[in-house]
Nanobody, 123 residues
Framework: QLQASGGGLVQAGGSLTLSCAASGRGFLMNAMGWYRQAPGKQRELVATINRGGDTNYADYAKGRFIIAKNKSSNAVTLQMNSLKPEDTAVYYC???????????????????WGQGTQVTVSS
C-alpha cells in the first residue's frame, strides 16, 4: 500500500515536501513516482524514480521539483520548490514493477496508486 502525506496550503514561491510511505517488502525495488490531477484536468506525470535511482521529470517540474528515495523509511519524497498557483492539484504516489514496459506518461501503466494529497498554492 501507498500512503501519501505532506500536502497543504502554501503561498506562491514557497515549498512543500510530499512523502509516500510504502508498506510491504520490495517497494523501493520498484519504479515509483508522482502524478497529479488539477480540477477539470487529466492526471499528468510529475516525476518518477526507478530502482537504480534514475529520475524523470515533467517539463514543468524540471529545476523546481526533486524526487528521491529514503531507504531508511521505505519512502519516496517529492520536494517542490518555487511553487506556482498552477501547481495546485491532488498529488498521487504511484508505483509499478521494476522493468515494466509502457510509457511512464500513461497513468494506466502504474497499477498501484496512493490516496492522494491536496496541494494548494495561493497567489
Amino acid at each position: 500500500q501507498l500512503q501519501a502525506s505532506g500536502g497543504g496550503l502554501v503561498q506562491a514561491g514557497g515549498s512543500l515536501t510530499l512523502s509516500c510511505a510504502a508498506s510491504g517488502r520490495g517497494f523501493l525495488m520498484n519504479a515509483m513516482g508522482w502524478y497529479r490531477q488539477a480540477p477539470g484536468k487529466q492526471r499528468e506525470l510529475v516525476a518518477t524514480i526507478n530502482r537504480g535511482g534514475d529520475t524523470n521529470y515533467a517539463d514543468y517540474a524540471k529545476g523546481r521539483f526533486i524526487i528521491a528515495k529514503n531507504k531508511s523509511s521505505n519512502a519516496v519524497t517529492l520536494q517542490m520548490n518555487s511553487l506556482k498557483p498552477e501547481d495546485t492539484a491532488v498529488y498521487y504516489c504511484v508505483t509499478r514493477r521494476a522493468g515494466a514496459s509502457g510509457s511512464i506518461y500513461v497513468p494506466a501503466n502504474f497499477p498501484s496508486w496512493g490516496q492522494g494529497t491536496q496541494v494548494t498554492v495561493s497567489s
